[in-house]
């Protein structure tokens, strides 16, 4: 399939230089967090080296240092967005959530008035609403069927008013929804408007110049791979109205009683009134160093960026939607809404199921190990966006109650109930991918799951149509301990059993002297680790070809996961 590179030769080569340690891996989770450039950490080391950065709260050479580079970066961020500091304020925050847990916990509903939001938003947006509810807002969930409808004269939110919250691209499936809502919302009655820019902003160019919602977050680390400890809630100046701030902290006033009179006064700044406590002014110091760093780094900044990642995308959907198994049916199963025509519709995700020739799904979790072993790096679930999932999987409210009954929570590995997917996999493209990252995805794909032949076994046979013989009773054959996990097998001819099932199987790991925990997938001659677990002695043999055996003794219980510090060289062992 054909494709055309976006980025010159030049820029290709020098992101290669910047992220050689991508070498033989395809990272494709730039949505959850994107990657920094080797260079961007050299600037930043030299900098922290340099310079003396105090705490900002002080008036000392070092404080005022800190000082001037967190205002010097406050204004970089608006320039970023097309803005200044005349239309809009910056509250730095600890990302995107907490960006938004303000406006939450802040936000000043007016009798009558209600929290309306985009149902397919991230669940920290769709968090806002605990708050609004218990200050006697009213709740509006705006589903993909109704969203035009608000619009309208007949809008099933009315005038009332309040606050509405949409992203500006879902984390799910990718879908950019139009910033025009934030004009067109306000026209409906007393409305303030909160965009959830941190997915957009990500590999998008956001131009506050024409759109002027009230509240924005965004998170920096997706945008330039760090600091991961910060964000900023954007604040059109005059909205801060809706605001009520109740607790204040170090730094917020211009004075306070401790006693006597409960009084206190806030500083005139919005953004001094905001950042409670000392600000992470090192992570600010080194926001400041990314923005300089990429600026030069790709010519064309954001928009070239966003031509990039879409181009690839659309790439990426192309090739899994012409995977044909055998039978003509498709392979992979892409959720999205509009064919990835447009970069002004679609952003940078390629969210997808694998189907087999039968047409039964293939767990996400199956997909993953798939991808993990071919050093392939995607995410899959629902990706903090029940609305977007619970739609694009054609669940209904009651089929999630029962898939939480069933014991399926968020973030778990159950990938499939009944025979239908709980999540999926996504792939999202960052500024640094390239063709070669898609093609690893689809060829591990085709390798993996694509089916050229009719099965020749009867594993895709329904159970109910296999014959079964039900004079044959089960007998067990042989049984096999796996006392470590990712190390060989002990066999044995009985062993006890707990609540967990075999005593002991599993019940310790191998780890670097780092505490990281080994497995075959980074360190597969560690299937040549032999454990034998005594539990008349209470005690584990461990043994290596070549090498003596090593033995633990002393276990104070069996249930107690104990780490093993393993070199890699496997000369000697300690704990």
Sequence with gaps: MDFEEVYDAQTRERLQREFSRLKDVAY??????????????????????????????????????????????????????????????????????QALAIVANCFSWRDGQAYAYFAESHTSVVGVRQVAAQRGAKIIPITQEKIESIFNENSPIGAVGGLFAFPGQCNFSGAKYPLEWVEKIRQRGDWSVLLDAASL????????????????????????????????????????????????????????????????????????????????????????????????????GMSSVEEHTFQLARYLFLSLRDLKHFNDKPLAVIYQDNNFKSKTQQGPIVNFNLKRANETFIGFSEVLHLCNLFNVHVRTGCFC???????????????????????????DAIDLLGGRPTGSVRASVGYCSTKEDMDALVGLVKKCFLETTPSKDRSDLRLENLETNA??????????LYPVKSCG????????????????DRGWMVATDASTPLTQKTCPRMCLIKPTLDLENNVL???????????????????????????????????
């Excluded at 898939?403 to 929570?409: K, N, S, T």
């Design 28 to 97: 494709l989770d730039h949505t959850g967090a994107t990657l920094y450039p080797e260079g961007l950490v050299e600037a930043i080391s030299s900098d922290l080296r340099i310079n003396l950065y105090g705490n900002p709260h002080a008036l000392n050479s070092s404080s005022r240092l800190s000082s001037d580079v967190v205002e010097q970066t406050r204004e970089r961020v608006l320039s970023f967005f097309g803005t200044s500091s005349l239309k809009y304020d910056v509250i730095f925050t600890s990302g995107a959530t």
């Design 201 to 300: 902003a990500a590999t998008s160019r956001l131009d506050l110049s024409s759109i002027s919602p009230d509240f924005v977050c965004i998170s920096f680390y997706k945008i330039f791979g760090l600091p991961t400890g910060l964000g900023a809630l954007l604040v059109r100046l005059g909205a801060e109205e809706r605001l009520e701030k109740n607790y204040f902290g170090g730094g917020t006033v211009l004075m306070a009683l401790a006693s006597g009179k409960l009084r206190h006064e806030s500083r005139p700044v919005l953004h001094e009134r905001f950042e409670d406590g000392t600000i992470n002014f090192l992570d600010i110091v080194q926001l400041g160093q990314a923005f300089k760093y990429f600026a030069n780094l790709i010519p064309g």
């Design 385 to 411: 966006n029940p609305g977007a999932c619970q739609r694009h999987l054609k669940m209904t409210v009651d089929e999630l109650e029962q898939q939480f009954e069933a014991g399926h929570v968020c973030g």
């Design 471 to 480: 004079s044959k009773e089960p007998r067990l054959s042989r049984l096999f």
């Design 489 to 504: 097998a002990q066999e044995v001819q009985s062993w006890p059993l707990d609540h967990k099932g075999l005593v002991g």
């Design 541 to 575: 043999h461990l043994s290596f070809p070549g090498y003596d055996d090593f033995l633990f003794s002393k276990l104070v219980r069996i249930s107690r996961v104990v780490q093993l510090f393993i070199y890699f060289s496997y000369k000697s062992f300690t704990i």
